[in-house]
């Protein structure tokens, strides 16, 4: 996230925007721009309430963001809340199973490929992990829709989760991220995250209205799309009162 989907939402998480973040004149490296999404992705103090949608399936959300602590919640159908702890910084990004406001067990990496309440998010997803994974490469400029952005490449140093290769579009004015792919390690696509829409706050910061998140299957080059979830969020009406 940092984030995470949330920082996916995050980012995940992860794809928050800072209003006060400016273009940059020339190309600056892929790690300055890494450390801005994550930025854009942990300053805001915000709570959300949202749904994960599936087909007509949809899953109650909840985000509360405080810098680089964001817990998320989600509520299947006829169970109780399940509840997620995030804790961002430099180089580290650790997932929790959490019960209230504690920050209960840490999430086992086996269980990162499993999906969010059977939706096309995974709890690997939801982490945001690959935000700090070494050694970023910038490939150069590209566009997403009319927005301007910088591809970046980042490699799985390790042998956990999904996937080996991410590719990850970064705004050049804001600093959040646009677009991320992600591959396996035989350079399969195996999942789309698209900023759909954001929406302005009462504090004149921008935040995730609205992202797309498709999954994919077949050979290399020829994947098709398997599914598609969609995370939405609702302005918020009150001041926010933080996680229970």
Same mark, same amino acid.
């Given at each position: 996230?940092?984030?995470?989907?949330? *920082?996916?939402?995050?980012?995940?998480?992860?794809?928050?925007?800072?209003?006060?973040?400016?273009?940059?004149? %020339? %190309?600056?490296? *892929?790690?300055?721009?890494?450390?801005? *999404?994550?930025?854009? *992705?942990?300053?805001?103090?915000?709570?959300?309430?949202?749904?994960?949608?599936?087909?007509?399936?949809?899953?109650?959300?909840?985000?509360? !963001?405080?810098?680089?602590?964001?817990?998320?919640?989600? =509520?299947?159908?006829?169970?109780?809340?399940?509840?997620?702890?995030?804790? =961002? /910084?430099? @180089?580290?990004?650790?997932?929790? #199973? /959490? &019960? @209230?406001?504690?920050?209960?067990?840490?999430?086992?990496? /086996?269980?990162?490929?499993?999906?969010? %309440?059977?939706?096309?998010? +995974?709890?690997?997803?939801?982490?945001?992990?690959?935000?700090?994974?070494?050694?970023? &490469? !910038?490939?150069?400029?590209?566009?997403?829709?009319?927005?301007?952005?910088?591809?970046?490449?980042?490699?799985?140093?390790?042998?956990?989760?999904?996937?080996?290769?991410?590719?990850?579009?970064?705004?050049?004015?804001? /600093?959040?991220?646009?677009?991320? #792919?992600?591959?396996?390690?035989?350079?399969? !696509?195996?999942?789309?995250?698209?900023?759909?829409?954001?929406?302005?706050?009462?504090?004149?910061?921008?935040?995730?209205?609205?992202?797309?998140?498709?999954?994919?299957? @077949? %050979?290399?080059?020829?994947?098709?799309?398997?599914?598609?979830?969609?995370? #939405?969020?609702?302005?918020? +009406?009150?001041?926010?009162? @933080?996680?229970?």
């Amino acid at each position: 996230m940092t984030g995470g989907l949330v *920082a996916w939402v995050l980012s995940l998480a992860l794809s928050l925007f800072s209003s006060t973040a400016r273009a940059q004149a %020339a %190309a600056p490296a *892929a790690e300055q721009i890494l450390e801005r *999404a994550r930025i854009a *992705a942990t300053l805001q103090h915000t709570d959300l309430k949202g749904q994960l949608r599936t087909g007509r399936q949809k899953t109650e959300l909840r985000l509360f !963001l405080r810098g680089t602590n964001i817990q998320f919640q989600y =509520l299947p159908g006829g169970q109780t809340w399940k509840i997620f702890h995030m804790r =961002l /910084g430099d @180089g580290q990004y650790d997932l929790f #199973e /959490g &019960r @209230g406001q504690e920050l209960g067990k840490r999430f086992p990496p /086996g269980r990162l490929r499993e999906k969010v %309440a059977g939706s096309e998010l +995974t709890f690997e997803d939801l982490s945001m992990r690959f935000f700090y994974w070494p050694n970023p &490469r !910038l490939l150069g400029e590209e566009r997403v829709g009319t927005q301007n952005c910088w591809k970046i490449r980042v490699d799985n140093p390790g042998n956990t989760g999904s996937y080996r290769t991410m590719y990850i579009w970064v705004h050049q004015k804001y /600093g959040a991220f646009m677009k991320i #792919e992600g591959f396996d390690g035989s350079g399969r !696509l195996l999942r789309r995250f698209e900023v759909d829409s954001t929406m302005r706050l009462d504090d004149g910061s921008y935040t995730l209205k609205k992202m797309s998140v498709s999954s994919f299957r @077949g %050979a290399k080059g020829s994947e098709r799309k398997q599914g598609i979830s969609h995370v #939405e969020f609702e302005k918020p +009406t009150s001041a926010p009162r @933080g996680p229970r």
